[in-house]
């Protein structure tokens, strides 16, 4: 599959044991827009530089974690096409009307080997970015904090990694940009659904189903040292960084949101083609791949995950 059935990420749903808190985060210090809630408590919000109604579902709940990750596709028959072959790959596939979420089309739900629901959808209602599309500004001053310019990517850990991979291969069109090796044993997939290093990434883990972090962009180096800044102005609970992966080349950094969600701002990284060649990290080099600078893994970026 060249020119993809799947666009790129569309939106993820995450938990939060604090609503209010949780919306206080992503608005003033990430920089996201709120742009609804629905009836079941849901506030969706969107990132600047997005033209959706919503790349992020926040829902109140007892634990946090991610619900869902869903990715836009071409359009009703590309849709149509993928619910039929993640069916015949054996994925348990659900359909889910229009509106369930606000101003979202339909939706298919399939669960992936590694333990985590995703979704696909090919219509979403036209919210628009902050600058519009005639004689655009090249920035905004109308949200605080990050600034953040979209959602990006999520890295998820889970058990079943290699069919995971099968399934976003064979079925999705995805390639693999890069990948970690232990021995013969894939460790780490890094897959992409356009040019970017990753649209969705993977690590190998004894559980199912758990969320490493949910990334967005940010424009600059700068912008990471930035956030950083807004990090300790704020006492937002930093993981790691500023610094930069080797694994895709981003300048990152990690930082939790109040219910121990993961978080991620990044600017740069690498350019996918799916002409080129995948990229293979061994495991005595696992420190470096993941922080190029440090060059050794920190317990929280393996043990922690929601
Ligand atoms: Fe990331």
Redesign the pocket.
Known sequence: MSQKDVLRPGHVGIRVMDLDEAVRHYTDHVGLIETARDREGRVYLKAWDEYDWFSLVLREADESGMDFMAFKVRDAEALARLEQALAEFGCRVERIPAGELAHCGERVRFDSPTGHHFELYAEKDFYGNEVGTTNPEAFVDTVGGMAANRFD?C?LYGTDLDGSLRLFREVLGFDLAEQVLDGETLVGAFLSCSNKAHDI?FIRHDEPGRLH?V?FLLDSWEEVLRAADIMSKYGISIDIGPTRHGITR?K?IYFFDPSGNRN?V?AGGSTWYPDHPTITWTADSLGKAIFYHDRVLNENFLAVVT
């Open positions: 990517h890295l990434a972090h990334s981003g990152t991620e990044f």
